[in-house]
């Protein structure tokens, strides 16, 4: 036998080279086009570098707007401008006048570049050509020095190209310059591109396969940097949402006999109890930043307000660092006479919150949309009448599963995750209402349950993808039980005197709840982190910016 054939022979490899030669080939292509368009600028600045602003008689078409004359000098009409997103093949052969930043720059030779206009999260691309007695060389060329995202007024001609524009929202339409000044000049090496902070993790991911790496913004970087981050249309369109919550949860409350009110946020002491609460000193006075409005909101309905709701600033010292908790957010506020029952209260949840998940899913669409591209998630699945579950029908489906809750003790985050997915396969809502809570785990002012006292309570939480958005419940209004339940919480009885009072002249039977803006927007956009639902995020380790 000879040695070849007693050689064991070596099992067949894949051949790779068709894929690397394809990741090497873009590589290349990437590379090449970089270069290309080093040369360009170099080019345009090799030819016009001998021609100043001075010597060109089409100078007043172009150039950085004086500061005197952005100092309010002449009042105009506004209406002279025109906004992108309202550019349309319509309006072909229109002079238009346009203000944004330069979201792109793209030089082509010495006598042409393209420009990305962006306002409000829409986009149009304009064209600076050379043209006799309009655009000049060094006209082409003051639109190529432009750094990105400078602010810029656009005057031109509205024309429609022959193909789709894919660089822009505004894809049918194209403005031909006539005239471009700038504004306002932003720093030609900004700490983070938008470009990066824009793109989303499937992206990034894909572009590692293919052998490219692109820049991952991180969230730390991001808020640093929060005014460059704000202007990525993920976070135009999260902040647009944030705006249309606040708005329809305004709008449903006025049309029920809610009156809006503004509650003070220094207050003598915790309006919830326990150590979460920022203290400081009020011309010699120990004072403290307001846990919630829950006590002046209840002052209010013994002022017989009735129905009284506020939109304001909550403040919580915890040293939470997880992905929902904040030491400042925005509380959603609700306080209502009952007649004889907490669940009139669960009613206004009910029918507020389907309202609202209807208004976003309606009038944010293009927000959304902006949203999922970097942020992909499901829309979130929701009744139009609220399930409604006790808390022991709750913890009755965890133990069936295998997990045990302590007796009378709070659902932990990994538990309402859980629940929140067993009700998601059993009830198919992930927006649900689990009431009757032990009463151990409820603020002061939670009434007991008539039938076990000692142990339950009159109060519920609403959970939404499994996270707990709204606390609420029927509120004591027996100033002798409402002081004998302070004391037990360890609240020094004098600080709310004033509000212990009040229920002393005669006090409504009523109820309320609480839920953070931020957190609905997080839950109802499946973020991961709240931080993407705050403007300017303050936690244990964040005052700035």
Same mark, same amino acid.
């Given at each position: 036998?000879?040695?070849?054939?007693?050689?064991?022979?070596?099992?067949?490899?894949?051949?790779?080279?068709?894929?690397?030669?394809?990741?090497?080939?873009?590589?290349?292509?990437?590379?090449?086009?970089?270069?290309?368009?080093?040369?360009?600028?170099?080019?345009?600045?090799?030819?016009?570098?001998?021609?100043?602003?001075?010597?060109?008689?089409?100078?007043?078409?172009?150039?950085?707007?004086?500061?005197?004359?952005?100092?309010?000098?002449?009042?105009?009409?506004?209406?002279?401008?025109?906004?992108?997103?309202?550019?349309?093949?319509?309006?072909?052969?229109?002079?238009?006048?346009?203000?944004?930043?330069?979201?792109?720059?793209?030089?082509?030779?010495?006598?042409?570049?393209?420009?990305?206009?962006?306002?409000?999260?829409?986009?149009?691309?304009?064209?600076?050509?050379?043209?006799?007695?309009?655009?000049?060389?060094?006209?082409?060329?003051?639109?190529?020095?432009?750094?990105?995202?400078?602010?810029?007024?656009?005057?031109?001609?509205?024309?429609?190209?022959?193909?789709?524009?894919?660089?822009?929202?505004?894809?049918?339409?194209?403005?031909?310059?006539?005239?471009?000044?700038?504004?306002?000049?932003?720093?030609?090496?900004?700490?983070?591109?938008?470009?990066?902070?824009?793109?989303?993790?499937?992206?990034?991911?894909?572009?590692?396969?293919?052998?490219?790496?692109?820049?991952?913004?991180?969230?730390?970087?991001? #808020?640093?940097?929060?005014?460059?981050?704000?202007?990525?249309?993920?976070?135009?369109?999260?902040?647009?949402?944030?705006?249309?919550?606040?708005?329809?949860?305004?709008?449903?409350?006025?049309?029920?006999?809610?009156?809006?009110?503004?509650?003070?946020?220094?207050?003598?002491?915790?309006?919830?109890?326990?150590?979460?609460?920022?203290?400081?000193?009020?011309?010699?006075?120990?004072?403290?930043?307001?846990?919630?409005?829950?006590?002046?909101?209840?002052?209010?309905?013994?002022?017989?307000?009735?129905?009284?709701?506020?939109?304001?600033?909550?403040?919580?010292?915890?040293?939470?660092?997880?992905?929902?908790?904040?030491?400042?957010?925005?509380?959603?506020?609700?306080?209502?006479?009952?007649?004889?029952?907490?669940?009139?209260?669960?009613?206004?949840?009910?029918?507020?919150?389907?309202?609202?998940?209807?208004?976003?899913?309606?009038?944010?669409?293009?927000?959304?949309?902006?949203?999922?591209?970097?942020?992909?998630?499901?829309?979130?699945?929701?009744?139009?009448?609220?399930?409604?579950?006790?808390?022991?029908?709750?913890?009755?489906?965890?133990?069936?599963?295998?997990?045990?809750?302590?007796?009378?003790?709070? #659902?932990?985050?990994?538990?309402?995750?859980?629940?929140?997915?067993?009700?998601?396969?059993?009830?198919?809502?992930?927006?649900?209402?689990?009431?009757?809570?032990?009463?151990?785990?409820?603020?002061?002012?939670?009434?007991?349950?008539?039938?076990?006292?000692?142990?339950?309570?009159?109060?519920?939480?609403?959970?939404?993808?499994?996270?707990?958005?709204?606390?609420?419940?029927?509120?004591?209004?027996?100033?002798?039980?409402?002081?004998?339940?302070?004391?037990?919480?360890?609240?020094?009885?004098?600080?709310?005197?004033?509000?212990?009072?009040?229920?002393?002249?005669?006090?409504?039977?009523?109820?309320?709840?609480?839920?953070?803006?931020?957190?609905?927007?997080?839950?109802?956009?499946?973020?991961?982190?709240?931080?993407?639902?705050?403007?300017?995020?303050?936690?244990?380790?964040?005052?700035?910016?």
């Amino acid at each position: 036998m000879s040695s070849s054939e007693t050689q064991e022979q070596a099992p067949p490899q894949p051949d790779n080279s068709a894929a690397v030669s394809k990741k090497a080939a873009k590589k290349e292509a990437a590379k090449l086009e970089k270069l290309r368009r080093k040369q360009e600028l170099a080019a345009l600045s090799t030819t016009t570098s001998n021609l100043s602003v001075d010597d060109d008689p089409l100078a007043a078409n172009y150039g950085d707007i004086p500061l005197v004359e952005l100092q309010s000098k002449t009042p105009v009409d506004v209406n002279n401008w025109s906004r992108i997103e309202t550019l349309e093949p319509s309006l072909k052969g229109n002079q238009v006048l346009i203000r944004g930043r330069v979201q792109t720059i793209r030089p082509v030779g010495k006598k042409m570049a393209f420009l990305v206009i962006r306002e409000n999260g829409y986009t149009v691309q304009c064209l600076v050509q050379v043209q006799p007695d309009i655009v000049s060389i060094q006209m082409v060329k003051f639109a190529a020095s432009l750094s990105r995202e400078s602010i810029v007024d656009v005057e031109g001609e509205i024309s429609v190209p022959d193909s789709a524009i894919k660089a822009a929202t505004q894809q049918n339409v194209e403005v031909q310059v006539r005239k471009l000044y700038c504004v306002s000049r932003a720093v030609p090496n900004l700490p983070i591109n938008i470009e990066d902070a824009a793109r989303s993790e499937v992206e990034i991911e894909k572009a590692l396969q293919e052998g490219e790496q692109f820049v991952r913004v991180n969230q730390d970087t991001r #808020l640093n940097f929060r005014v460059l981050d704000l202007r990525t249309p993920a976070n135009q369109g999260i902040f647009r949402i944030q705006s249309q919550v606040g708005n329809a949860f305004r709008q449903f409350l006025l049309s029920e006999g809610f009156v809006e009110i503004h509650t003070p946020k220094l207050i003598a002491g915790s309006s919830e109890g326990g150590a979460a609460v920022f203290r400081l000193d009020y011309k010699g006075q120990p004072a403290c930043l307001a846990q919630s409005p829950q006590l002046h909101k209840q002052m209010s309905l013994c002022g017989d307000l009735g129905r009284v709701f506020e939109i304001g600033p909550v403040f919580r010292a915890e040293d939470s660092y997880t992905h929902r908790h904040l030491c400042e957010f925005t509380g959603l506020d609700i306080e209502m006479e009952i007649k004889k029952h907490y669940f009139e209260v669960m009613d206004i949840v009910d029918r507020l919150f389907v309202t609202l998940f209807d208004s976003l899913n309606q009038n944010c669409k293009k927000e959304l949309e902006a949203v999922r591209k970097q942020y992909p998630f499901e829309p979130l699945k929701y009744l139009r009448q609220t399930l409604r579950l006790t808390y022991e029908e709750g913890v009755q489906m965890l133990k069936e599963v295998g997990i045990e809750i302590e007796p009378f003790g709070d #659902l932990n985050t990994e538990a309402e995750r859980k629940l929140g997915q067993l009700v998601a396969e059993k009830y198919g809502t992930e927006f649900y209402i689990l009431y009757r809570y032990p009463l151990a785990i409820r603020p002061f002012y939670t009434m007991p349950c008539y039938d076990n006292p000692e142990e339950y309570s009159n109060s519920f939480d609403v959970f939404i993808r499994g996270e707990e958005i709204i606390s609420g419940a029927q509120r004591v209004h027996k100033p002798d039980l409402l002081e004998k339940r302070a004391e037990a919480w360890g609240i020094d009885v004098k600080t709310i005197s004033t509000y212990i009072d009040s229920f002393r002249y005669g006090a409504p039977l009523h109820g309320g709840f609480g839920v953070g803006l931020e957190r609905v927007v997080m839950l109802f956009c499946g973020l991961n982190n709240i931080r993407k639902t705050s403007l300017f995020p303050r936690d244990p380790l964040r005052l700035a910016p």
